[in-house]
């Protein structure tokens, strides 16, 4: 008889450190001299950002002073594109991790500043009187954009009332979408931005309230989660009108001459032919 053969304990993995918890996420943390970023749990576990307003915030948050961050840019760098970026945006400028806000600056020409904030709630820097070779108190990071004429400000005062308007009526519709102002000032944005596409009144408030599922556990994340999914696409410009065609032409019966001749033409009844028409008017 063979004598039995002991099978070794597989060796841990070089590397790896052990550790306590029975499931879940296990963190492997290496020490970083440099190159990154410190982002507070705040925003990194949001529970009213999306999981793109999160990671858009956090690109932002690691770009040096003055890099460009405007939607253009964004659009260029991620594959997310243009309507789920700016969604993104819209949704950090509601919770405070951004502003915008118009400068003038040399030549007085306007800009439009993007300020990143690492914690929310800070008041907006002051805009200098006069351009000034050494910078106001940095705000991280602080980024200068296209001028506004080319990025307009998405939160229009009259849009944005008028979303705001549409959102708090929805409680007439459905008792369940009484939004609180806290909701309704984090919804706004992305109203407004059906009303850039295009879109009335009416169809944002059906699109919203159609089709509601019975058990509704939260109102204010189904209308986000509409607001975000449905989003109709900007109106193709209006063609030019085709010219009025020419009216097509009007053909008369067979009918018999009411002069001398007798002859049949086609004309309306009791006329009377060219050739009668001559001959009395040389009589006369």
């Given amino acids: 008889m063979a004598a039995p053969q002991l099978i070794p304990a ?17 963190h492997v943390r290496t020490y970083q001299p440099d190159r990154y970023t410190i982002i507070g749990n705040h925003l990194a576990q949001h529970r009213q950002l999306s999981l793109v307003a999160i990671g858009l915030a956090v690109y932002i948050l690691s770009l040096p002073d003055g890099a460009p961050s405007d939607i253009r840019t964004l659009v260029a760098r991620f594959p997310e594109g243009r309507d789920r970026i700016g969604f993104a945006l819209r949704e950090l400028e509601a919770c405070g991790y951004l502003a915008r806000v118009r400068e003038r600056v040399d030549g007085g020409r306007f800009v439009t500043r993007t300020y990143a904030y690492e914690v929310p709630g800070e008041p907006v820097p002051a805009a200098p009187e006069a351009p000034a070779d050494v910078p106001a108190a940095p705000v991280s990071p602080a980024v200068e954009t296209e001028p506004a004429e080319e990025e307009p400000d998405r939160s229009d005062g009259e849009q944005y009332d008028k979303a705001v308007s549409v959102l708090a009526g929805l409680r007439r519709v459905d008792d369940r979408f009484t939004l609180s102002r806290r909701d309704v000032r984090r919804l706004a944005p992305a109203v407004v931005a059906w009303f850039e596409n295009g879109a009335s009144r009416a169809a944002v408030r059906h699109a919203l309230t159609d089709d509601v599922p019975v058990l509704l556990r939260s109102p204010a994340r189904f209308l986000e989660y509409r607001l975000r999914e449905l989003l109709p696409p900007p109106l193709p410009p209006s063609e030019p009108e085709a010219p009025d065609a020419a009216p097509a032409p009007q053909w008369y019966a067979l009918t018999t001459c009411a002069g001398e001749c007798g002859r049949p033409f086609r004309a309306p009844a009791g006329s009377v032919c060219r050739d009668c028409r001559e001959r009395a008017g040389g009589a006369r």
């Fill in 10 to 26: 597989p060796c841990p993995r070089q590397g790896v450190p052990r550790t306590a918890a029975p499931s879940g996420v296990s």
